[in-house]
Every structure is written in structure tokens, then in C-alpha cells.
């Protein structure tokens, strides 16, 4: 993919911090991800959106039942990344 190069103005403290933890060289690959996640985020935004407006608002019954397949996803990867050796993800996981 090419790439171009962009001026943007971000808090100092942040941008500090982030440099300290992705050393030389990381940072426009940080902001690149960090920029792609939130892409991806607003598309979910809007298919959600569009989900409600054809369908309507979920149900409590589709709601808890969507919570059931999170809480088992989130058990099936925390054993897979048992089983790898990774002990766990740095991240506690919701639930």
C-alpha cells in the first residue's frame, strides 16, 4: 500500500507515551493501527444501525442470548491461548 506522509496534532503526553512503549520507528505503524481499528469500528457502528432500522431493536431474549455466545468465545480463545503457552492475554476479558 503506498503511503503518504500526514501533520496531525495530538496531546503531547500521549503521543509520548506511546513513542516510549513502540520505540524507533513504531509509531506510524501504531497510529496507522490504532486508525484502521476505529475504521472498522465506525462500520460496525453503521451496520448495527442499519440492522436496527430493518429489523428493530433486539429483543432481551436475543440480547441474552448473544451474551451466552460472547461469555463461550471468550472461554473457548482464553483455552486455546492456555493451551499455546501464552498464559492468558494482558488484557482481562469482560464478563
Known amino acids: 500500500m503506498a503511503t503518504k506522509k500526514y501533520t496531525v496534532t495530538l496531546p503531547e503526553e500521549l503521543a509520548e ?3 516510549q512503549e513502540v520505540g524507533p520507528g513504531g509509531f506510524s505503524a501504531y497510529v496507522t493501527r490504532a486508525i484502521e481499528r476505529q475504521r472498522e469500528q465506525d462500520r460496525l ?6 440492522m ?3 429489523g ?3 429483543t ?5 442470548e448473544a451474551e451466552t455466545e460472547r461469555r463461550e468465545l471468550d472461554r473457548v480463545f482464553a483455552e486455546r491461548e492456555a493451551a499455546a503457552g501464552n498464559g492468558g492475554s494482558d488484557f482481562p476479558v469482560a464478563g
Open 17 to 19: 507515551e506511546i513513542r
Open 45 to 50: 457502528g453503521e451496520l448495527v444501525e442499519w
Open 52 to 54: 436496527q432500522e430493518e
Open 56 to 58: 428493530g431493536p433486539l
Open 60 to 64: 432481551e431474549d436475543e440480547m441474552a
